[in-house]
């Protein structure tokens, strides 16, 4: 079936495959968790699969009456799937399947939901249902701008933005507030600074496109993933990001987020996201001195022991 059946339908299968457009695969894991808020969840992702462990799940009834959901997140169909499926369980079972792959030999039967790419006017419609939960007020002229010029992916973080001031946001707020860019530029002056290498350059060309507010969070995203990458390789032993990311990454990118990834201790990953954290946190805090603050913490970038 496609999006709009399954939103109208009145009771949710037991088991369920969900395969497709990934923005909506995270939007719909938050609203089968919404709507399952008082069941025992479990979530399994990718290398975390378990055949045993999901069919005890499936198969354990509670002296409360509660049901249990498993959610299981993967880019490919594991061995004993089908298994899983056949179970007569009164218990649910979703798959969310991260792949750029057609599902073959789908063991759910008619039980599947396939999204495609938003259309503008989906995009408009999520802006709008994000923008009332924020008690947001946004002009129709500014929601088509961010439909537009703003990935569905990044379009919740820009909105909570946006809400922090009281006034009707228009379009010219937009403009000033959101800024269009290239997620590559991004990731290299991150890259050049957590190498120790000399950013200057790359800062200054940065900075001649977007707004400087808009730096210090990606770098603070981007450690983050890299310390995530770095616990995932702990724990599993792997040397590769596909498992964990459920696709492939261009060979040059992972060989370089792999490196960095394991490049630093746990301690380090602590005194850099606190830090920079706080100096977040200062910026969003100040009317005046953001600007200053943000210089704060490029010194503090580059005077980091660890680098």
Do not use: C, G, M, W
């Given at each position: 079936m496609y999006k709009k059946e399954f939103d109208n339908l009145e009771q949710v299968p037991n088991n369920l495959l969900l395969y497709g457009n990934s923005f909506y695969l995270k939007e719909y894991e938050k609203k089968l968790l919404e709507r399952f808020k008082n069941a025992n969840v479990v979530k399994i992702y990718f290398d975390e699969y378990d055949f045993e462990e999901i069919k005890s799940y499936l198969l354990e009834s509670s002296l409360f009456g509660d049901v249990n959901v498993v959610v299981l997140k993967h880019n490919k169909f594991?061995?004993?799937?089908?298994k899983l499926v056949k179970l007569n369980s009164s218990n649910y079972f979703f798959f969310f399947y991260y792949s750029n792959k057609i599902p073959q030999n789908n063991p759910f039967g008619?039980?599947?939901?396939?999204?495609?790419?938003?259309?503008?006017k989906d995009v408009v419609l999520y802006i709008e249902k994000m923008a009332e939960?924020?008690?947001?007020h946004i002009t129709h002229e500014a929601k088509?701008?961010?439909a537009k010029s703003v990935s569905p992916e990044f379009l919740e973080e820009e909105l909570k933005k946006l809400s922090i001031y009281s006034k009707e946001i228009v379009l010219e707020d937009v403009k000033k507030l959101v800024f269009v860019y290239k997620e590559e530029s991004f990731e290299d002056l991150a890259v050049s600074i957590l190498k120790g290498e000399e950013f200057k350059d790359k800062l200054k060309n940065l900075l001649e496109i977007v707004d400087f507010r808009r730096i210090l969070p990606f770098v603070i995203k981007y450690v983050r993933e890299l310390y995530e990458y770095n616990l995932y390789f702990k724990k599993t032993g792997n040397s590769s990001l596909e498992g964990y990311l459920g696709y492939k990454l261009p060979p040059q990118i992972e060989k370089q987020r792999i490196e960095l990834s394991l490049k630093f201790r746990e301690k380090d990953y602590f005194e850099l996201l606190k830090n920079l954290l706080h100096f977040e946190l200062k910026m969003r805090n100040s009317d005046k001195e953001?600007?200053?603050?943000?210089?704060?913490?490029?010194?503090?970038?580059?005077?980091?022991?660890?680098?």
């Open positions: 594991p061995s004993n799937l089908d008619k039980n599947f939901v396939r999204f495609f790419e938003p259309t503008l939960k924020l008690d947001l088509l701008f961010l953001k600007q200053a603050i943000f210089y704060e913490a490029i010194a503090f970038l580059k005077n980091f022991s660890s680098f």
